[in-house]
C-alpha cells in the first residue's frame, strides 16, 4: 500500500481501535449491571420473566430519537437489540419456539426481534409453536400474521382465538424468495417445493417461467431447503437465510410477484406488557348475524377517538355466514381512550378477547 495512504489512515484506525476499547469496557459494564439487574428479579420472583418487552422497546426508541447520525436509525435497531439480547442471556437465556428448521423467516424474524442470544425451539407447525409455549418449553413465540401479498395467515388467527397466550411485540421482515437448487441450475429438476404462502406469493412468476412443473407444498420453506439439499429432482422456494443454511445455489433470486413483499410476525407469550406511550392492542370480536350489527360493534372505537389499524375477519365455522372480527387498534389497552372504549365494546358484542396490548413496531 502507497505509504502516503497508510500513514493518513493509521490516525484514524489507532481512533477507531481505542474507541473500540471504551466500547468493550462500556459493554462489560452494562452486561454487569443487567446481571445484577437479573439477581434482583430473582429475589423478588424465582419464576418470573426476565424478558420485559416494553423496557427494551423504550431503550431503542429513546436512543432513536436523540441520535443525529450518521449511525442510522435501524442499526440502533440492530445494535441494541444484539446488545440486549446478550445482557438479557446472561440474566437468564430466553427460549423462543418458531416454524422450520434453520433458515426460516420465522428464525429471521426471531433474531431481529429478540437477538441472537436467544434458544431455538424449531417447531414442525404453528400449532407446535403455540402449544410449545402454552407447555412452557419455550418462553415466547414468533409466528406470521400477515403477508403484503397474501394477507392473513388464517392458521395463525384461528390459533390466536383459541390460545390463552398474549401478544407481547411484532416485527415486519422483509421477505425475499430465491428458486433454489444444489447445483443451481434447473439440470434434472421435477418439481418445485415450498410451504403454500411462498408458492403463493410467488405465483405469476412461477407461471411465466415454468409454467408445467409439479408444484408442491412443504412444511416450511426452510424443509423444503433441506429436501433440495438432499434431492437433486427438487427446486426449493426460500430465503436467503436457508439457501445459506442448506448450501444451495440460487437458478433466480427476488422471484417474490412483488418486490416489497413483507410479513408481520407477532411474538406471543405469557407475560403482560406495560405501557410505552406508543402500543398496539389487538382483540376479536363477534356479533350476532343482523343489520347494522358490525357498524355498531366498532362506534366505540370512533368514538372514544381511536384509531383502527387492522380489520380480518374469519367464518366462525357455524354455517350460519357468522365471523369473527379481528381488530387491532392504537393504544394500550391501560390508556383511558382505549379503556373507556374496549368497556363500551364488550356490552355490545356477542363475543370479545383480548390478545394484548404490546409496543408498536
Ligand atoms: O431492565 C431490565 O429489566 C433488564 O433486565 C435489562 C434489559 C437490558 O439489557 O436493558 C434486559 C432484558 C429486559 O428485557 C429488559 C432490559
Redo the contacts with the bound molecule.
Sequence with gaps: MDNTLLARLQPLRQRIDDIDDQILQLLNE?ARA?QA??DI?KEFDVDGP????E??AD?IRSLQARNHGPFTAEAIDAVWTQ??ST??GL?SVLTVAYLGPQGSFSEQAAFEHFGHAIEPVRCDSFDEVFRAVEAGQADVGVVPVENSTEGAVNRTLDLLLNSPLKIIGERSIKIHHNLLTKSGTMDGVTRIVAHPQALAQCRDWLTRHYPNIKLDAAASNSEAARMAANDPTVAAIAGDHAAHAWELQAVASGIQDDPQNRTRFLAVGKIETLPTGDDQTSIILAVPNRAGAVYTMLAPLAGNGVSMTRFESRPARTGQWEYYFYVDMLGHRNDPKVAKALGELKKEVAFFKELGSYPRQ
Design positions: 452494562r443487567a439487574i437479573g428479579k426476565v424478558l420485559k418487552p423496557r427494551e431503550i446488545i440486549i445482557c438479557r440474566e
